[in-house]
């Protein structure tokens, strides 16, 4: 690892000071994306800037049909969160799927969406529930956030504050595990909002990181049933391929995990 | 050099570390404890969880740092008086363990889990949750078996 | 006290260190004033040094040294050595091009170390790693082993031309040897006259060992008589220290102590002699200071020796009453950029003869090419050899059944071996066995009869269930030294040694030269010992892995414990009881034949007079009032050199279901049934065969340590891509059941366990898929996009 100078900041306005000063710094929270790529010194931050204890970016709530974590809440709490369980709990079960326990000990939603990994869980929900995220500068809508791989609407230096999710009348996530790294080969979330439209959002799946399968929800959106799926094609040719799949079969686990998800929904 | 200030297995410590410095590098280097593993570099084995604050985390991808102030216990310190932790003794009874290199990292997984889901846990369950946890020797089937026996006399 | 000895479960005495933090491991040994080295690496498969600039690097703070292989060179440090010698069928010898420890002119392998780097600190060696400025002019790489062999294929090393002796001119460039057992023109005239004959082509998937604890090394040097400690990662440290000294010259023998500490997992991947070990010698030297270094796992991944990269065409003929007639086999092996220490022995003695499995099949040949590729050097890994032997034959049996509409275990039934010993047309002579016991037990444990029913089930919930067979063959303890070792290639004796001290105060040490990295042995040998006085093991003290202390060994793989190692420790026991009875006697004013022992006393039969063995082992070393015939001390030395290999077997049942949506296999059922001779810790032995089982299991559905074909980088190059099998990947229910027919050819009838459930188990899941997806084209490992394919393309053709 290269040198870095760590920072704990007791606030988020400190926090952005602290980072706008530096030469090439970084946020952290979990730090289990961050930290191990600097041990592989694929980064090599002049200054880390840690976010975890701000209890500003903290806690779990519901009110008025929309549920807000704050950006360095836990995936253990939020899977374990009973507030999560009740009004979303596609959300909750999601977020019991991210890594594995000890990840979910320390990763943090915050953390988990900017740095947009095309694999990662937690894009899927946000952008299938239609959530807004609160940066400590304004408010960015899930379908404006997530701009292509590893990359966000997020500028330089601006934080996470929360994310607030709209509680959907009803929500699955399947998720297709990439075997050896347990992130996403194919993730999709299906939410049916209070207003009856659906939204399907796919994460590990695309060229571009994760997208809305458009022609899936038009397939729902007259019937809300698995069937309707399998007259959908999905073209292969948006989709990631590596080894450990191609793109051809993520096209196809689009389909299974979608119809999965509607299937899980009822 | 920043200074580090931590209870380690009950102790108070403070150590002098650079901030680039891993949790685990601590523990091994300047603290001695040993039984604390790195068998991968991608955050994936397990074999490095320690407790802070009594949740199960890695320490390889924790640094030193990040720790201030916070109560770490290691597998050296989950034994009192001499006798075993019922986590360990199930280790031992159900052959757990062969080699012995990713058990400290089992054990603590084992132990997390009871925190997390309680005492009784059923073959299912432990599986799924030792998803963090790499053994190239047990093929697994034993570990499954101490996991659940330990947990019960949690 | 009973309970202590042979055959009883008792729980490991190893394992409160390992439980509580306490084991001592390379990585865990630190001493004063110890420097770190960090290796430059090759980032390309095939390139030549064009130059090396040290000069930034070694202004870095903290740099002590940087070491290059001309510097090595210089100081009369030799390459890295195979040492098992291969001669191919038209008599040259195998072609083994120099392996410089540090990279020289030339890299073969990405990962190949060219420079080390040694500094106060390891963070600091990584910055001035990073800082060397090597320049390459990079060649074009090949790592498919077929691909190897073609006329336009990079020539990775350079030899002599040979011409005269090979078939077209000379030898393509990257052959190491082309090498056959068995008799060609009497197969191929089986074959020819057979009423049926069943072909298969396979590949035999690369797999990374990976163990957990990754390799490591801690090197210290005396400077005032030049005496060298090594603190290594190392399964056989007698080995190591004669090819470091004797083949290597980096430390004279009688100046070199090579401890091996706690050694976490091996898999063979420790059996080796790597560049680091050498590396780290020297620079300790010339720094005067201990130099240790710690493999990282990506490090581990490039480094370490990978297993398996085999390219198989079989064929099998059957008479009309299905009655197997002869088999062919033409094997390409890859060995990787340069030989490893037993590359050679793998895809030839460890592999050919196992090819006639558990049946009698009169005519066998096999013809195995080994290849230089721009990939890591590939030798033994758990099995070595058999593996890729029982997944030919296994496979090609299942796929004869299917094509000739006959049931497949009463295929393999027909054939078995019956009569022992039996004399295979390939070498070995089996032991001992029941092949048809395990069969029999094997299908009744998995209610073969009943799979109909569940396949039916199965179906009424979308899934394909699948049931798959694999009978295997072993061959365990690497021995005799005559025929196996001096007869055919070996450079090395494959006996075992064991020393017995029996202490003034009666307790006892068993030294012995295997190594365990896992394996039970402080309890194993514990038992045996506890069992010929019937002490309890808490009075036995197991010592392995210092050179210092144990006087000779050749160390653990293939199973040479059991057959080689309790052997010894058998056999000096014998001489240890002996001498005691001899001292009890004289005790007892008694005759010797009178003398039994039981519960760590020494009796006269049918009397009451009795001594204890501490009674025996002071009178021993007090030696005040023994007769002069008799020797003070009760310590005793025994080598054990085998007459023959043992051959361990089995018969496997696994059965899967396929979600034919996503292509993935669950395996639902695992039945072994495991004759390894007699026992000494039976959950010991289970628990090897657990490990063995998911060891295969990986292999079959989940590792497979991929390289791009272009650039030659290993892509499955950490855990995130290269997949270890997990607790979720246990199959959903496992069952074991033990046969013992005991192996004449040593003291304890043990045959060895080590390897058979990463042997057995690759083809007998393989089979279950093909079974359940009624399509021979799947590829090891088997994973869900294989699996999809080969439904989409049933699909299609349906």
Known sequence: ?266 | MTTVGMTVNGDPVSVETEDRTLLVEVLRDQLALTGTHVACDTSQCGACLVLIDGVATKSCTTLAVQADGSEIQTIEGLAKDGDLHPMQAAFNENHGLQCGFCTPGMIMAGVDMVRRLGKDLDDETIRSELEGNICRCTGYVNIVKAIKAGAARM | MANDGIGASVPRKEDRRFTTGQGTYTGDVNLAGQLHAVFVRSPHAHAHIKSVDLSEASKMPGVVAIHTGEELEAGGINHLICGWAITSKNGSGMRMGPYPPLAIGKVRFVGQPIVAVVARSRDQAEDAAEAVQIDYETLPAVTNPVDALKPDAPAIHEFEADSSVWEHGRAPSNLIFDWELGDAAATDNAIKSAKHVVKIDLVNNRVVPSAMEARAVVADYRSSDGHFTLWNTTQNPHLLRVVLSAFINVAPEHKLRIIAPDVGGGFGSKIFTYSEEVVCLWAAKQAGKPVKWVSGRNEAFLTDAHGRDHVTTAEIAFDDDYRMLGLKVDTIANLGGYMSLFASLIPTYLYAPLLSGQYVIPNIHVNVRAVYTNTVPVDAVRGAGRPEATYVLERLIEKAARELGVDRAELRRKNFVREFPYQTPVLWKYDSGNYDGLLTKALAASKWDDFEARKAEAAKRGKLRGIGLSCYIEACGVAPSSAEGGALGAGVGVWEMAEIKVNPVGTVEVLVGTLGHGQGHETTYAQIAADRFGIPIDSVSVIEGDTDKVQQGMGTYGSRTAGNGTSAVYRALDKIEAKAKKIAAHLLEASEEDITIANGEFSVSGTDRKVTLTDVSLAAYTFHKLPKDIEPGLDEKAYFDPTDLTYPAGAFVCEVEIDPATGTTEVVQFTAVDDFGNVINPMIVEGQVHGGVMHGLGQALLEEAKYDPGSGQLIAGSYMDYCMPRAHDLPKSFDHAFQKTPTPNNPLGLKGCGEAGAIGSPPAIINAITDALGTEDISMPATPEKIWRALQSAGQNA
């Open chain 1, 1 to 266: 690892m290269y040198q870095t100078r760590y920072h704990r900041p007791g606030s988020v306005a400190e926090a952005a000071e602290l980072l706008s000063k530096a030469e090439d710094g970084r946020y952290v929270a979990g730090g289990h994306t961050l930290i191990p790529t600097m041990k592989h010194r694929l980064a090599g931050p002049s200054d880390l800037v840690d976010l975890s204890r701000l209890s500003e970016l903290k806690g779990i709530s519901e009110k008025g049909g929309t549920v807000t974590i704050g950006a360095a809440t836990t995936h253990y709490e939020v899977a374990s969160s009973d507030a999560v369980r009740k009004a979303i709990p596609a959300l909750a079960a999601l977020a019991g799927m991210i890594g594995d326990p000890a990840v979910r000990n320390r990763g943090t939603i915050g953390g988990s969406l900017a740095n947009n990994d095309p694999g990662a869980d937690y894009p899927a929900a946000v952008l299938g529930l239609g959530a807004t995220i609160h940066t400590d500068k304004r408010k960015i809508e899930a379908d404006d956030f997530f701009t292509g791989l590893f990359t966000t609407a997020l500028e330089e230096g601006e934080i996470i504050v929360k994310v607030s999710f709209p509680v959907p009348k009803k929500a699955a996530y399947e998720k297709f595990h990439s075997a050896a790294s347990r992130y996403a080969l194919t993730g999709v979330f299906v939410a049916s909002a209070k207003d009856g439209a659906v939204r399907v959002a796919v994460t590990g799946a695309g060229a571009n990181g994760v997208f809305r399968a458009a022609d899936i929800e038009k397939a729902l959106s007259g019937k809300a049933s698995s069937d309707a799926i399998d007259a959908v094609s999905i073209d292969p040719s948006g989709l990631l391929s590596d080894i450990h799949g191609s793109a051809e079969y993520r096209a196809n686990l689009v389909k299974v995990m979608a119809k999965r998800a509607v299937d899980a929904i009822g």
